[in-house]
């Protein structure tokens, strides 16, 4: 980028509102972008439920959740990940991803722990969704947590 291509301190107050509106909206992703999620099997609606887009803390979080650690004596004994639990690592993702009020109703309704004898709501997700569904509703909470997209550094800044 040249020097004449840079807006001047001028053009950019002249577009701040703009700019704040933008930033500002761009802060709200998570309750703008909320997506239904329905389980269906047999061609029988079982439930739905709302996710919503993570951040990438959220999902470095899930990551660290999931994974074991063992204290390494060769760096004075600081704790290392040596595995990820994969399955409780997607299910976690779920349970993080899905909104509030869908997440207290279903995956963490103790009656609901109770009948599958789980004693945490990503545990919930774990017994009742099948493999392929957590795919797809991790594709599509990658997709709306802006990862995939086909857009290049270069055309995200352009636009």
């Keep these: 980028m040249s020097e004449h291509d840079r807006p001047t301190r001028e053009e950019l ?15 709200r992703y998570k309750e703008d972008q909320q997506v239904t999620i329905t ?9 739905s439920f709302r996710i919503r887009p993570l951040s990438e803390d ?12 063992e ?5 004075g004994g600081i704790r ?6 994969t399955a409780k690592y997607r299910s976690l993702l779920i349970y993080t991803a899905t909104v509030s009020e869908d997440r207290a109703a279903l995956w963490d309704n103790k009656a609901i722990w109770e009948e599958l004898n789980v004693v945490s709501g990503w545990q919930v997700i ?4 099948l493999a392929g569904e957590k795919d ?3 594709a599509k909470l990658d997709e709306i947590s802006g990862y995939g997209t086909s857009l290049s550094l270069e055309e995200v800044a352009k636009n």
């Design 39 to 47: 389980i269906s099997r047999k061609g029988t609606k079982l439930f």
């Design 13 to 27: 107050l002249a577009h701040e509102d703009d700019i704040l509106r933008g930033l500002l909206a761009a802060a």
């Design 136 to 138: 797809a509703i991790l």
């Design 80 to 85: 290392m990940p040596v595995a990820v639990d």
């Design 71 to 75: 204290a390494n004596p060769r760096l």
């Design 126 to 129: 774990d017994k009742v969704l």
């Design 58 to 69: 959220e999902y470095n979080e899930c990551r660290e959740r999931a994974s074991s650690y």
